[in-house]
Structure formats: structure tokens, C-alpha cells
């Protein structure tokens, strides 16, 4: 069975066909032999002109080719390279997958370290620390250079330390600043409180430094100077220490960590015609009712300070604080310590109040911790 042809293909052998059947056309050969022998014989060409003609296609391809290219590349806009930068990675460093011991140092920009939750800490360029805790008492040892650090407020007595040789800064929810200079530690606060003391001692802080307020202190943190909103402590006759609250002047010193504190006014004794009965013997400490009375006192005087330096916004506020009374036997207070800490503003209100407080009198005295609800 043969194959059906297309259209085209039928009309190309017709075509084929008829010029077949033609007859061909008759060629004047004398008058085309007359014509080729007029004409002049071409000249010879060398064999380097021959050479070149045959490039020249070539050539002329190629000149096009790169006439072409050239008109290509003027008009798409060359890709200059990004001129590369150092970057600074400013992310911090994840404090809690450090080891403890391992020493961290800051080259020409400062390192910033991260404990999430609890504080964040900044190492000045050409500083060296360590974390040397990171249980309950986060603690980084600053061996040269300066910090600062902004610790979250906790209700905890203290979360995140700073030692410099054998001092302790110790700290609750502030931001302060430490450096070390030579064989001394200068501290700076701007906010909360700051305990200064030696190291090892968790519970007697030889100063107290609030917002504000600065010091220069010897490595073994029990001698300096401190000015602006700070405390020091002052040791009895009997050897023990207690702090006691005292705004200190600017650069006034402190010679082995005791304070001269002004004498305050004592009223002129009456003289009675009546004889004078014999006092009763001193209890050991005051009873739970004198304690109570105070605390009413105290707590009367601290909502006064709160409602008076706090801003108002026409809701009710309150706030909880723990506060510590350190009572001596002549029943005067020594020390005032609140945790968390208030604002400054009320902090100061309410150690100038309570100074003026007086408990009933005992042989040892008495320390005690109240949390106080205030409000507004």
C-alpha cells in the first residue's frame, strides 16, 4: 500500500515533469566564447595577499563579534563589588554556657555577657574577668579593667556579685559600674543599692552604696571613701558592727571603716524635787508588743513617704518591701536595709524617718525583718 504524498510534495513532481518534457533552451556559444576573450587575464596574487583575503572573513566576524560585545557591555551597568566591612557581632555572650574559671577578655570593643533572667553585664575594651559562680550567688571576678552590669531585681538579699582582689560588691536589682585601678576599686551607682564588703562575707557589709553615690575602696574591701547617698558602718564598744545609716559629704573618708557621725541635740534634763526611783533591770531584748509598736510606727511613717514621693496617677498603688531593723540596747536604730529596694526617692524619705525612731531599751538589742505592704 503506498504512502499518500502531501500537497507540496505531488506539486514539486508535476514540475519535475514538465521541465523534462521541455525542450532546453538553445546557447549562443560563439558570442559567449567571443565575450570571455575580451575580457583582461586577472593579475597573480601573493601568497601573503591570499592569505589575508582568506582571514579577512574571519576577521571581519570577529571585529563584528567584538563591536557587538562592546555596545552589550556599555549599555548593562557593571556589578561594582560590595566593598567588604568588618563586622562587629554585637550579639552578647551566653553567659550560662560558660565555664566557670574561664577567662574572658575584651579586645577594642567592649564584651557584653548575658545570664537570662538575672543580669547582664558589660566587660570594658582591654578588661579581663571570669564567672567564678554561677549557682546562687552569680559572681564574676573582675582581674583587670572595668564593668558595668544592670542585675534583674530579685527579693533574694543578693544574686550577682562583682570581687576585685579580696572586696566583694555584691548587689540586688541596681546598675552600677566597677573598675579596678591599681590596688584600688572605684564603684559607681546609678541605680538600687550596692553592699560593699570583704570577700567571704555575705552578711556584714562594711558600705552601702545607693543611687547616685560613688566610692574608692582598698582591695580588701574593709577601708575607703565614699560620697553622695552612701552608708558605712560603725563599730560599738563592744566590737560588733552594724551599719549604720549616715549621709556621707563629697570625698569625705572613712579611716578603717568607721564614720564620725555628728552628735545629735539631747534635751536639758528636769530637775524634780522628787527622788529619782531605781530602774528596773534591762530586759535581754524587747518584747513582741515594744517590736510591734515600732513596726506600726515605721510603717506609718513609710506609707507617708510613699504617698508622698511617688506620682500619683489616679490609681491605686502598692508596693512590698522587706525591711530590716537593726535595733541597739539603748533602743535607737543602726540600720535600715529594704529587699527588694524602693525608690530612691522613698528610700531617703524613709531613713530619715526612721532615724528618728526609738524602741524600747534592752541589754543585746534586737534585729528583725517585717514585709511591709505600702500604699497610695
Known amino acids: 500500500m503506498s504512502e499518500e504524498r502531501r500537497p507540496e510534495e505531488q506539486a514539486l513532481d508535476r514540475l519535475i515533469l514538465e521541465l523534462r518534457e521541455a525542450a532546453s533552451p538553445k546557447l549562443d556559444w560563439e558570442r559567449v566564447e567571443a565575450r570571455l576573450m575580451s ?30 560585545a562592546t555596545l552589550v557591555m556599555a549599555r548593562t551597568p557593571t556589578a561594582v563589588p560590595a566593598k567588604q566591612t568588618a563586622k562587629l557581632n554585637s550579639a552578647p555572650l551566653n553567659g550560662d554556657q560558660l565555664a566557670l574559671g574561664a577567662r574572658i577578655t575584651a579586645g577594642n570593643q567592649p564584651l557584653v555577657v548575658e545570664h537570662h533572667g538575672r543580669a547582664r553585664w558589660t566587660l570594658e575594651p582591654h578588661g579581663t574577668a571570669l564567672v567564678s559562680d554561677a549557682g546562687e550567688f552569680l559572681t564574676v571576678k573582675l582581674e583587670s579593667g572595668a564593668l558595668s552590669a544592670a542585675v534583674v531585681p530579685n527579693p533574694k538579699p543578693e544574686t550577682f556579685a562583682v570581687e576585685v582582689g579580696g572586696t566583694r560588691v555584691a548587689v540586688h536589682g541596681t546598675a552600677f559600674r566597677v573598675e579596678r585601678v591599681g590596688e584600688r576599686v572605684q564603684v559607681e551607682v ?13 552578711s556584714a557589709p562594711v558600705f552601702l552604696l545607693r543611687r547616685d553615690s560613688r566610692g574608692n575602696f582598698a582591695l580588701d574591701g574593709r577601708t575607703g571613701s565614699v560620697e553622695g547617698n552612701a552608708s558605712a558602718v560603725v563599730a560599738d564598744g563592744g566590737g560588733r558592727s552594724h551599719r549604720t545609716v549616715v549621709k556621707v559629704g563629697a570625698a ?53 513617704c510613699f504617698h508622698d514621693q511617688t506620682r500619683s496617677t489616679g490609681n491605686r498603688v502598692t508596693a512590698s518591701t522587706g525591711l530590716t531593723l537593726s535595733v541597739a540596747g539603748d533602743g535607737t536604730i543602726q540600720s535600715v536595709t529594704f529587699a527588694p529596694p524602693l525608690a530612691p526617692a522613698v528610700e531617703d524619705c524613709a531613713v530619715s524617718g526612721l532615724r528618728s525612731l526609738s524602741f524600747a531599751r534592752s541589754v543585746e538589742g534586737v534585729t528583725f525583718t517585717r514585709v511591709l505592704e505600702l500604699q497610695r
Open 39 to 68: 575580457e583582461p587575464l586577472p593579475k597573480p596574487r601573493s601568497a601573503s595577499r591570499a592569505f589575508l583575503n582568506r582571514l579577512r572573513l574571519p576577521a571581519a566576524g570577529l571585529v563584528a563579534a567584538a563591536a557587538v
Open 252 to 304: 569625705a573618708p572613712v579611716a578603717h571603716g568607721r564614720v564620725t557621725l555628728p552628735a545629735l541635740p539631747s534635751a536639758k534634763p528636769e530637775v524634780s524635787a522628787e527622788p529619782v526611783a531605781q530602774p528596773s533591770p534591762l530586759p535581754v531584748q524587747p518584747s513582741i508588743s515594744d517590736i510591734e509598736d515600732g513596726v506600726s510606727s515605721a510603717l506609718e511613717l513609710m506609707n507617708r
Open 190 to 202: 546609678s541605680e538600687g543599692t550596692v553592699a560593699v564588703e570583704p570577700s567571704g562575707a555575705h
